[in-house]
C-alpha cells in the first residue's frame, strides 16, 4: 500500500491519538506535544514539558479523548506529571508507587487517570480533586499496561506476569483474574458487548469475555512482539503492529488473519490510528515518521479496470487490500460474475457452447475465476445433452449426468427435474396407502425408475408403507419430537420431500426467531423458540432464543415497576444485561452521583457522600463502590487531623486507625498513611493487633460520620 503523506517531527514517536475532534495529539521522546489538524495535516498546537525519555516503546504516556488532558510518567522516578494541554501548563504530579512507573492511561470522560508501576501496583486518581481513588490488588511483577473502556466503567491492568486484572469501577467488587496468556502483557483494548483484546511479548492476541472472564477467542499470533493495535469499521476489522515494522489486518467476525503484511514500514510503530470518515490509517513510528495510508485508495482505480472490463486487475487490487472486498465497488463486480454465470448457464442450454464460452473470456485472467470457469465448461459441455434428457424425461439419464457433473445440480432445470419428483412421490403416498393403490403409485414413479439416489426410497415406500404413513400423520400435527424420532430409527426418511421442506421450515423459523428478539418481540420469539425446539438440529438454539427473550422480558417487566434496586439484582443475576441502553444509562447516572461523592471524599465530608449515595445503599451490587468513597473520606479526615503537625491528637488519630482497620483492614492506603503519621509524629499503630475488616463485607448500616469518633 502507498503512503499518501508523511509528516515528520524528527524526534522519535512515544504515542499518538485522535482526540474527540479528529486532531491528531502526537508526543516525541522529549515530551513535546504537537496538536495536528486531519484535514490538511498542520500543526495547530502543542507545547514541550520539558520531561525527556529515553524508553520509546510502551504504555508510559497517557492522552485523554478529549485532547485536554496529557500525562506522562517521569523517568526514573515514582511520579506522573499530568498537563493541561490548551493552557499548556502543569496540573499535578501524582506520586505513590515505589518505583518507576511503567504505564498510564486516562479516562474518556477526563475524569481519572490510572498509573501502573515496577511495584506491581496499580492506582487510580481523580483529576479533579488529585486524591487517589482506587488501588489495585498488586501484580507479582511490573504493570506493563493499563486501559480504561470507552465508558469509563470497566479497567484492566497487564502485567509482566503474564495476567490482566479486571475491575468494574462502578461496583468495585472483588476483581477478576484473568490467566491465558504466556508471556508478559504488553497492549490491552476494550472491545464493545463486554469483549476485551489482550496481547502478550511473543505475538499472542486473545480475546476475552469481561463477564465471565473466559477466553473467547485465540487469534494467529503475530510471531514478534507487538507495539500498537486499533479497530476499524465498527470492530469488523484490527490493526496490528508488530516491532519489525509489520502491520497485519485482522477480520474479528471470522476472526482470521487476513495478511500478515499488509503494511510494512523501516522500524517500530509506536501508534495506530483509525479515522473512519477520511478511510485513513495513520502509523506513528520510532523514527519521527508519521505515514497517513488511504485505505480505499485503489476504489477509484478499482472502478476504471471494471469500466474498462479489466476484471483481472481489479481482483488483484483486492487480494492486496483485502478491505476493498466490502466495498460497494467489490460488491457490484461480484454481481457481474454472477449475472455472467447465469448468462452462460443459460447458452449452454440452448446449445450456444461458443457464445457461452465468450462470456467467460473477461475473467479468465482472474486466478481465483479461472478454475471455476473450466470447471464449468468442462461441466457444461455436457448441458445440452442434459438438457434433452429432461424435456423428453429421460430422467434416469438426466441424473446420471447430474452425478458425474455436480454443477448441473445447481441448474433451474435440475430443480424442475426434482419438483416433478417430489409431486410424483407425494402422489404415489397418496394412493399406496391402501394395496390397492400399489398399481397406481408404480405408475407415478415409473419415470424414476433405474435412478439410484430414489430406488431405495421408492423401495422403502412399498416396504414400509406404515412407517410413511405415520410419519405423514405425524407432520400433520406437528409433532416434531415424534417426527424425528421416525426420521433418526429409518434414515431414508431423509431423502422424503417433506424432510427437506421441514428444515427450510425451521431455518426460517429460526431467523424469524432471531429478528422477533432483535425487535423486542419477546413473546413472539418465546413461541417461536418453543416450536423450534422440537427439532433437534435447532434446539440448542432455540433454548438460547427462548432464554434469552424470558430474561428481557422479565428485565423489561421489572424496567417498568421503575423499581431500581430489583433491575440491579436481575442485571447482576444476567451480565449480558450490562450492554443494553437501558442500564448503561443507569451506569451512567450511577457514575455521575459517585463522581460527585469523590469530590466530597477529598475534603472528608462523609455526611455530604451519604446524602449523595443513599438512593444505593439497598444496593448489593454497589457496596463495594460506595465503600471505597467513604473509606477515601475517612483517610482524609485522618490526614486532616496528622496536618495539624503539633496540635494533632496522637490519641484521635491512633482511635480513628482502629476504626477503619476494623471496617476496611490495613489496605494500601491505611499503609501510605502511617508511613506519614511515623514520619510527621514519630507515632506507630500496630494494626496486626487488630481485628481486620473486610472492604468486600462492608455495608451502609452504620457509617460513622468521623472515623475518628466512637469505637
Same mark, same amino acid.
Given at each position: 500500500?502507498?503512503?499518501?503523506?508523511?509528516?515528520?517531527?524528527?524526534?522519535?514517536?512515544?504515542?499518538?491519538? *485522535?482526540?474527540?475532534?479528529?486532531?491528531?495529539?502526537?508526543?516525541?521522546?522529549?515530551?513535546?506535544?504537537?496538536?495536528?489538524?486531519?484535514?490538511?495535516?498542520?500543526?495547530?498546537?502543542?507545547?514541550?514539558?520539558?520531561?525527556?525519555?529515553?524508553?520509546?516503546?510502551?504504555?508510559?504516556?497517557?492522552?485523554?479523548?478529549? =485532547?485536554?488532558?496529557?500525562?506522562?510518567?517521569?523517568?526514573?522516578?515514582?511520579?506522573?506529571?499530568?498537563?493541561?494541554?490548551?493552557? #499548556?501548563?502543569?496540573?499535578?504530579?501524582?506520586?505513590?508507587?515505589?518505583?518507576?512507573?511503567?504505564? @498510564?492511561? !486516562?479516562?474518556?470522560?477526563?475524569?481519572?487517570?490510572?498509573?501502573?508501576?515496577?511495584? =506491581?501496583?496499580?492506582?487510580?486518581?481523580?483529576?479533579?480533586?488529585?486524591?487517589?481513588?482506587?488501588?489495585?490488588?498488586?501484580?507479582?511483577?511490573?504493570?506493563?499496561?493499563?486501559?480504561?473502556?470507552?465508558?469509563?466503567?470497566?479497567?484492566?491492568?497487564?502485567?509482566?506476569?503474564?495476567?490482566? $486484572?479486571?475491575?468494574?469501577?462502578?461496583?468495585?467488587?472483588?476483581?477478576?483474574?484473568?490467566?491465558?496468556?504466556?508471556?508478559?502483557?504488553?497492549?490491552? &483494548?476494550?472491545?464493545?458487548?463486554?469483549?476485551?483484546?489482550?496481547?502478550?511479548?511473543?505475538?499472542?492476541?486473545?480475546?476475552?469475555?469481561?463477564?465471565?472472564?473466559?477466553? &473467547?477467542?485465540?487469534?494467529? %499470533?503475530?510471531?514478534?512482539?507487538?507495539?500498537?493495535?486499533?479497530?476499524?469499521?465498527?470492530?469488523?476489522?484490527?490493526?496490528?503492529?508488530?516491532?519489525?515494522?509489520?502491520?497485519?489486518?485482522?477480520?474479528?467476525?471470522?476472526?482470521?488473519?487476513?495478511?500478515?503484511?499488509?503494511?510494512?514500514?523501516?522500524?517500530?510503530?509506536?501508534?495506530?490510528?483509525?479515522?473512519?470518515?477520511?478511510?485513513?490509517?495513520?502509523?506513528?513510528?520510532?523514527?519521527?515518521?508519521?505515514?497517513?495510508?488511504?485505505?480505499?485508495?485503489?476504489?477509484?482505480?478499482?472502478?476504471?479496470?471494471?469500466?474498462?472490463?479489466?476484471?483481472?486487475?481489479?481482483?488483484?487490487?483486492? %487480494?492486496?487490500?483485502?478491505?476493498?472486498?466490502?466495498?460497494?465497488?467489490?460488491?457490484? &463486480?461480484?454481481?457481474?460474475?454472477?449475472?455472467?454465470?447465469?448468462?452462460?448457464?443459460?447458452?449452454?442450454?440452448?446449445?450456444?457452447?461458443?457464445?457461452?464460452?465468450?462470456?467467460?473470456?473477461?475473467?479468465?485472467? @482472474?486466478?481465483?475465476?479461472?478454475? !471455476?470457469?473450466?470447471?464449468?465448461?468442462?461441466?457444461?459441455?455436457?448441458?445440452?445433452?442434459?438438457?434433452?434428457?429432461?424435456?423428453?424425461? #429421460?430422467?434416469?439419464?438426466?441424473?446420471?449426468?447430474?452425478?458425474?457433473?455436480?454443477?448441473?445440480?445447481?441448474?433451474?432445470?435440475?430443480?424442475?427435474?426434482?419438483?416433478?419428483?417430489?409431486?410424483?412421490?407425494?402422489?404415489?403416498?397418496?394412493?399406496?396407502?391402501?394395496?390397492?393403490?400399489?398399481?397406481?403409485?408404480?405408475?407415478?414413479?415409473?419415470?424414476?425408475?433405474?435412478?439410484?439416489?430414489?430406488?431405495?426410497?421408492?423401495?422403502?415406500?412399498?416396504?414400509?408403507?406404515?412407517?410413511?404413513?405415520?410419519?405423514?400423520?405425524?407432520?400433520?400435527?406437528?409433532?416434531?419430537?415424534?417426527?424425528?424420532?421416525?426420521?433418526?430409527?429409518?434414515?431414508? &426418511?431423509?431423502?422424503?420431500?417433506?424432510?427437506?421442506?421441514?428444515?427450510?421450515?425451521?431455518?426460517?423459523?429460526?431467523?424469524?426467531? #432471531?429478528?422477533?428478539?432483535?425487535?423486542?418481540?419477546?413473546?413472539?420469539?418465546?413461541? #417461536?423458540?418453543?416450536?423450534?425446539?422440537?427439532?433437534?438440529?435447532? %434446539?440448542?438454539?432455540? $433454548?438460547? !432464543?427462548?432464554?434469552?427473550?424470558?430474561?428481557?422480558?422479565?428485565?423489561?417487566?421489572?424496567?417498568?415497576?421503575?423499581?431500581? %434496586?430489583?433491575?440491579?439484582?436481575?442485571?447482576?443475576?444476567?451480565?449480558?444485561?450490562?450492554?443494553?441502553?437501558?442500564?448503561?444509562?443507569?451506569?451512567?447516572?450511577?457514575?455521575?452521583?459517585?463522581?460527585?461523592?469523590?469530590?466530597?471524599?477529598?475534603?472528608?465530608?462523609?455526611?455530604?457522600?451519604?446524602?449523595?449515595?443513599?438512593?444505593?445503599?439497598?444496593?448489593?451490587?454497589?457496596?463495594?463502590?460506595?465503600?471505597?468513597?467513604?473509606?477515601? =473520606?475517612?483517610?482524609?479526615?485522618?490526614?486532616?487531623?496528622?496536618?495539624?503537625?503539633?496540635?494533632?491528637?496522637?490519641?484521635?488519630?491512633?482511635?480513628? @486507625?482502629?476504626?477503619?482497620?476494623?471496617?476496611?483492614?490495613?489496605?494500601?492506603? *491505611?499503609?501510605?498513611?502511617?508511613?506519614?503519621?511515623?514520619?510527621?509524629?514519630?507515632?506507630?499503630?500496630?494494626?496486626?493487633?487488630?481485628?481486620?475488616?473486610?472492604?468486600?463485607?462492608?455495608?451502609?448500616?452504620?457509617?460513622?460520620?468521623?472515623?475518628?469518633?466512637?469505637?
Amino acid at each position: 500500500m502507498n503512503i499518501s503523506k508523511t509528516l515528520n517531527v524528527k524526534n522519535p514517536i512515544i504515542n499518538a491519538k *485522535l482526540d474527540k475532534n479528529d486532531n491528531l495529539i502526537v508526543v516525541d521522546k522529549d515530551s513535546t506535544i504537537r496538536i495536528i489538524e486531519t484535514q490538511n495535516y498542520k500543526t495547530v498546537g502543542g507545547f514541550k514539558s520539558g520531561i525527556l525519555h529515553e524508553k520509546i516503546l510502551g504504555n508510559h504516556i497517557g492522552i485523554s479523548y478529549s =485532547g485536554k488532558i496529557y500525562a506522562n510518567a517521569i523517568p526514573k522516578g515514582n511520579k506522573v506529571a499530568t498537563f493541561v494541554v490548551d493552557k #499548556k501548563k502543569l496540573l499535578h504530579q501524582f506520586n505513590r508507587h515505589q518505583g518507576e512507573i511503567e504505564s @498510564v492511561a !486516562i479516562d474518556n470522560k477526563d475524569r481519572y487517570i490510572a498509573t501502573g508501576g515496577t511495584d =506491581g501496583k496499580t492506582f487510580v486518581w481523580s483529576i479533579r480533586t488529585k486524591k487517589l481513588v482506587y488501588s489495585f490488588p498488586p501484580h507479582s511483577d511490573y504493570v506493563t499496561t493499563v486501559c480504561f473502556d470507552n465508558k469509563s466503567q470497566w479497567i484492566a491492568t497487564g502485567s509482566f506476569d503474564r495476567t490482566i $486484572i479486571l475491575v468494574n469501577m462502578a461496583t468495585m467488587q472483588q476483581p477478576k483474574h484473568l490467566r491465558g496468556h504466556n508471556s508478559a502483557i504488553l497492549k490491552l &483494548l476494550f472491545m464493545q458487548k463486554g469483549r476485551l483484546i489482550s496481547t502478550d511479548k511473543t505475538g499472542a492476541i486473545l480475546i476475552w469475555d469481561i463477564h465471565t472472564g473466559s477466553v &473467547l477467542h485465540r487469534l494467529t %499470533k503475530m510471531g514478534d512482539e507487538i507495539t500498537a493495535l486499533t479497530l476499524a469499521y465498527h470492530e469488523r476489522f484490527m490493526f496490528v503492529a508488530n516491532i519489525l515494522g509489520h502491520i497485519a489486518l485482522y477480520d474479528l467476525e471470522t476472526m482470521e488473519q487476513l495478511q500478515l503484511t499488509f503494511i510494512k514500514i523501516k522500524g517500530s510503530v509506536s501508534s495506530l490510528i483509525f479515522v473512519e470518515n477520511k478511510n485513513t490509517l495513520i502509523v506513528a513510528t520510532t523514527n519521527g515518521e508519521i505515514f497517513i495510508y488511504n485505505l480505499f485508495e485503489d476504489e477509484n482505480l478499482m472502478i476504471d479496470y471494471i469500466t474498462n472490463v479489466e476484471y483481472d486487475k481489479a481482483y488483484a487490487l483486492a %487480494k492486496n487490500n483485502p478491505l476493498l472486498k466490502h466495498s460497494d465497488v467489490y460488491k457490484e &463486480l461480484e454481481a457481474t460474475w454472477n449475472l455472467i454465470v447465469d448468462k452462460a448457464e443459460s447458452l449452454f442450454g440452448q446449445g450456444l457452447i461458443e457464445d457461452a464460452n465468450k462470456l467467460f473470456d473477461p475473467f479468465r485472467n @482472474v486466478p481465483s475465476k479461472l478454475s !471455476i470457469i473450466q470447471n464449468f465448461v468442462r461441466e457444461f459441455g455436457h448441458y445440452a445433452t442434459f438438457k434433452k434428457h429432461v424435456i423428453n424425461k #429421460k430422467f434416469s439419464l438426466a441424473y446420471g449426468l447430474a452425478m458425474q457433473y455436480p454443477s448441473f445440480k445447481e441448474t433451474k432445470l435440475y430443480k424442475k427435474m426434482e419438483a416433478i419428483w417430489e409431486k410424483s412421490f407425494i402422489k404415489a403416498k397418496e394412493v399406496i396407502l391402501n394395496k390397492e393403490g400399489d398399481e397406481i403409485a408404480r405408475e407415478q414413479l415409473a419415470l424414476f425408475r433405474g435412478i439410484s439416489q430414489k430406488a431405495i426410497l421408492i423401495q422403502e415406500l412399498f416396504n414400509n408403507r406404515q412407517i410413511f404413513m405415520l410419519f405423514q400423520h405425524k407432520m400433520a400435527k406437528k409433532e416434531y419430537l415424534e417426527v424425528f424420532t421416525l426420521i433418526n430409527n429409518n434414515e431414508f &426418511l431423509k431423502d422424503v420431500p417433506e424432510y427437506s421442506k421441514l428444515m427450510n421450515m425451521a431455518e426460517k423459523l429460526y431467523i424469524s426467531a #432471531k429478528k422477533s428478539f432483535k425487535d423486542g418481540n419477546y413473546a413472539e420469539a418465546i413461541n #417461536k423458540a418453543n416450536y423450534l425446539e422440537k427439532i433437534p438440529d435447532f %434446539k440448542k438454539d432455540a $433454548i438460547e !432464543i427462548r432464554e434469552q427473550s424470558q430474561t428481557y422480558a422479565n428485565f423489561m417487566s421489572i424496567v417498568a415497576s421503575k423499581n431500581v %434496586k430489583k433491575m440491579y439484582e436481575f442485571v447482576d443475576k444476567h451480565n449480558f444485561l450490562y450492554e443494553t441502553k437501558i442500564v448503561e444509562d443507569l451506569e451512567d447516572k450511577f457514575s455521575t452521583i459517585s463522581y460527585e461523592a469523590e469530590y466530597f471524599a477529598a475534603k472528608g465530608d462523609i455526611s455530604s457522600i451519604i446524602e449523595q449515595l443513599k438512593g444505593y445503599f439497598d444496593i448489593k451490587s454497589k457496596y463495594g463502590r460506595i465503600a471505597t468513597i467513604i473509606k477515601n =473520606g475517612y483517610i482524609v479526615q485522618l490526614e486532616q487531623e496528622l496536618l495539624k503537625k503539633q496540635k494533632a491528637n496522637s490519641q484521635k488519630i491512633e482511635n480513628g @486507625v482502629i476504626n477503619y482497620v476494623k471496617l476496611f483492614g490495613g489496605d494500601d492506603e *491505611l499503609k501510605s498513611f502511617l508511613v506519614l503519621l511515623k514520619n510527621y509524629l514519630k507515632l506507630e499503630v500496630y494494626t496486626e493487633d487488630y481485628l481486620q475488616g473486610d472492604i468486600y463485607d462492608w455495608t451502609p448500616k452504620h457509617i460513622p460520620l468521623n472515623i475518628m469518633e466512637g469505637k
